[in-house]
């Protein structure tokens, strides 16, 4: 499992969608598996779950993000799991890993478009 974390400024809708678009144009095994959205009072919170296949771990990964935003204060979670074959302990996390560093470049361009 590898987790990344973040706080920013920009439009919830907005950031939604080029994460949505972002994921899936990554990789061309990659797929929108399901998600979740919450309105409370003025809170917004929504979950996507993406699916992809790894090549180092023979197996599919998944990636869960969840936007929590109100007003145009954002937060961001996003975790990867999957990526090993092994029955009772993880022998890798080389295809996680990969799968968040690509999600984190994608992030970086979405806040850097927000912010100008």
Do not use: P
């Amino acid at each position: 499992m590898a987790k990344h974390e973040r706080t920013f400024t920009g439009d919830f809708d907005e950031v939604l969608r080029a994460i949505h678009r972002g994921v899936i144009a990554g990789s061309s095994s990659a797929s929108f598996e399901d998600s979740s959205d919450l309105n409370v009072g003025d809170v917004r919170c929504s979950t996507m779950v993406f699916e992809r296949y790894s090549m180092v771990g023979a197996n599919r990964l998944s990636l869960t993000v969840t936007l929590v935003g109100r007003e145009r204060d954002l937060g961001l979670v996003a975790i990867t799991s999957g990526g090993s074959q092994a029955i009772f302990w993880k022998l890798n996390s080389f295809g996680e890993d990969a799968f968040l560093s690509q999600f984190i470049e994608q992030l970086d361009v979405i806040v850097g478009r927000q912010s100008a």
